[in-house]
């Protein structure tokens, strides 16, 4: 279970090439950095797992509103490689907001038309919740109005670390010559593969970087920085972030008038 999981979709879309200009209009593919609950709950003096049950609201507020925005895919930051150094309580609170998220919101995703895939090594996570994730992406299956990726125990350079060893085995295997690994053949190689690239990446609570999330993907990805932290984020914060993402042009390394 360390590649996307859920039921098969169709092959993810090339990027557009060298030179291309777009204007940017609607965002296909958003993810989200949800960046902000810790800070959230230390504000209110709350203890840190009040601001990760306050971040799952946002997520439902988001994920309600996004397909009418136009949105098809929303890949969301649940759990990194690193988030494992936090302090074991929390951690294994959040395992435990993961496991009853799925258990409790899977029925209402299907009848919300949101089909659920993941993301990541979800092998190391806790086994209560690798059964609850397989359950929950079968019970949404036919959901069709917007995919919800999570990522979880993800780090993009795990994936392409993830990528370069599968691809070498094949190597070694004989099923496949060192001069065919392209950039096309390592974007089918990588767990994101099954999905186009992020047109838009949005962080809350006010940090300017990745932190490890859809390194590959990002390559000609808008990133849009919002200073409001991820429990407060909601409908109109998404509208805001869509709405700036439509003003710029994607030149994918062109230049404007070419």
Not at 94 to 106: G, H, N, Q, T, Y
Not at 118 to 130: C, E, K, S, T, Y
Not at 200 to 205: A, D, E, K
């Amino acid at each position: 279970m360390s590649e996307a999981g859920g039921p098969p979709t169709a092959p993810a879309e090339e990027a557009a090439p060298s030179g291309a200009v777009r204007v940017a209009g609607v965002p296909r593919h958003v993810a989200i950095v949800m960046d902000g609950n810790g800070r959230w709950a230390g504000r209110r003096g709350l203890p840190r797992l009040a601001g990760h049950r306050a971040g799952v609201l946002a997520l439902e507020r988001v994920l309600r509103a996004a397909p009418d925005m136009g949105i098809e895919i929303l890949t969301v930051y649940g759990f990194s490689t690193e988030n494992w150094r936090r302090p074991a309580a929390e951690v294994g609170g959040i395992m435990r907001l993961l496991v009853e998220f799925l258990r409790i919101k899977a029925r209402e995703l299907r009848r919300e038309g949101v089909r659920l895939r993941w993301v990541g090594d979800v092998r190391a996570l806790p086994a209560i919740a690798q059964t609850e994730l397989a359950r929950a992406g079968r019970v949404t299956a036919a959901g069709h109005r917007i995919t919800l990726v999570l990522a979880l125990n993800y780090g993009g350079r795990w994936e392409i670390a993830d990528a370069a060893r599968r691809l070498a085995e094949a190597v070694a295997r004989g099923e496949l010559r060192p001069e065919e690994i392209d950039e096309r053949r390592f974007g089918e190689a990588v767990a994101t593969g099954a999905f186009p690239p992020p047109d838009l990446i949005i962080r809350s609570g006010g940090e300017f970087r990745l932190s490890n999330f859809l390194l590959w993907g990002a390559a000609y990805s808008e990133v849009v920085v919002t200073d409001t932290l991820w429990p407060d984020f909601g409908a109109e914060n998404l509208e805001w972030a869509v709405a700036e993402y439509g003003r710029r042009e994607r030149r994918f390394g062109g230049i404007k008038g070419t």
